[in-house]
T-cell receptor, first 116, second 114 residues
């Protein structure tokens, strides 16, 4: 079974600064997807960024980028130029690429606060 | 394009009762997944429905059951409610058949069991 670990329960960043959120995972599969989801307080969970395991290049979406280390099974999220609207809970998630369904396995999440 | 909607928003039940939660998929989506998110935790996969059939199940007892209708909307039913069933229940819809199918989440139903 796959597991996702987010060991930092909370982090804080100054507005306009850069912050990195950590995630490790465990799997015996070679083909899979990794995701970072954002869940603002009392609002819907939205996809921030995804990474296909077969791609060596790290994914980037505007101010959000990942550092994907497949051998180390590490998948961190970097948020540049942090904004007040980035304050939320962030979840790292795993999905098999070849499975019969699109089940997501989530970590426990990290609460990010942004200081003005 | 209509997003994923869930009803009700909040629900309070007592132990032993039964509850039905509802989810309307995003337009054009044929797959619905349900997740349970306990307070301060990440969502846990309950099950997924594809074309009205259960297509995968997580580590949840049989008292958690579901349905998917021809219009791809879905219900989650929980019988014999327990205190530990108190959680945010999320549904997510997607379009199966592509190499990658993003899941879009609804706002959730907050269930409190007293």
């Amino acid at each position: 079974a796959q597991t996702v670990t987010q060991s930092q329960p909370e982090m804080s960043v100054q507005e306009a600064e850069t912050v990195t959120l950590s995630c490790t995972y465990d799997t015996s599969e070679s083909d899979y997807y990794l995701f970072w989801y954002k869940q603002p307080p009392s609002r819907q969970m939205i996809l921030v960024i995804r990474q296909e395991a077969y791609k060596q290049q790290n994914a980037t979406e505007n101010r959000f980028s990942v550092n994907f280390q497949k051998a180390a099974k590490s998948f961190s999220l970097k948020i540049s130029d942090s904004q007040l609207g980035d304050a939320a809970m962030y979840f790292c998630a795993y999905r098999s690429a070849g499975g019969a369904n699109s089940k997501l396995t989530f970590g426990k999440g990290i609460t990010l606060s942004v200081r003005p | 394009e209509t997003g994923v909607t869930q009803s009700p928003t909040h629900l309070i039940k007592t132990r032993g009762q039964q509850v039905t939660l509802r989810c309307s998929s995003q337009s054009g989506h044929n797959t619905v997944s349900w997740y349970q998110q306990a307070l301060g935790q990440g969502p846990q996969f309950i099950f997924q429905y594809y074309r009205e059939e259960e297509n995968g199940r997580g580590n949840f007892p049989p008292r958690f059951s579901g349905l998917q209708f021809p219009n791809y909307s879905s219900e989650l039913n929980v019988n014999a409610l327990e205190l530990d069933d108190s959680a945010l229940y999320l549904c997510a819809s997607s379009l199966a058949g592509r190499s990658y199918n993003e899941q879009f989440f609804g706002p959730g139903t907050r269930l409190t069991v007293l």
